[in-house]
């Protein structure tokens, strides 16, 4: 490959799942979602062999940081926003639509909000980002949690705080 390629980022079709949930994090209960990509992708990093995954690569560019531990909420990241679109899907269900700071779509698809979600109260929710098997399954807080504890671990959950918001309010966002 040629000193102009670039990875593909997360916008570029990357087919990905999201699940929402409310976690503990040191005590305090906070509205989060989990996207997972369904299918990795690597680049080798350097002349060593190392594989990068490509989505982490970018997000960790973008201002996410990387997640070891859920003890504490990661940093805002500005500009990120994340739109509801509540009871707006074809069966009724719950959409969400997530837009990177140049107006990129991160993620658009159906979201499964749990009772308690919270982010309306705050105006922002956790977002991470790392392949930790919740897709397709609804999870309460704690199998959430013990779920992304793993990932993080290893280096593979990246995370920010985003806006989130319903259509309605995504204009002021």
């Known amino acids: 490959m040629g000193p102009d390629f670039a990875p593909a980022a997360p916008a570029d079709a990357y087919d990905m799942t999201m699940t929402a949930a409310v976690l503990d994090h040191g005590g305090a209960a906070l509205p989060v979602l989990v996207t997972e990509t369904v299918s990795e992708a690597y680049i080798v990093n350097d ?9 982490t ?4 560019g973008r201002g996410f940081t990387l997640v070891s531990r859920l003890r504490q909420a990661p940093p805002q990241v500005p ?10 899907g074809p069966a009724g269900e719950d959409g969400l639509m997530i837009l990177d700071p140049d107006g990129e779509r991160f993620f658009a698809g159906t ?14 929710a956790v977002l991470y980002v790392g392949n930790a098997g919740l897709a397709g399954r609804r999870h309460d807080g704690r199998a959430a949690a013990k779920a992304l504890r793993p990932a993080g671990q290893v280096g593979r959950l990246v ?4 806006a989130v918001g319903p259509a309605s309010a995504a204009a002021r966002m």
């Open 47 to 55: 002349g060593r062999g190392e594989l990068t995954d490509i989505v």
């Open 57 to 60: 690569s970018h997000l960790l």
């Open 79 to 88: 500009q990120w926003v994340g739109v509801l679109l509540l009871g707006q």
């Open 111 to 124: 979201v499964d909000l749990p009772d308690g979600w919270l982010a309306a109260r705050y105006g922002w």
């Open 159 to 162: 995370g920010a705080r985003i």
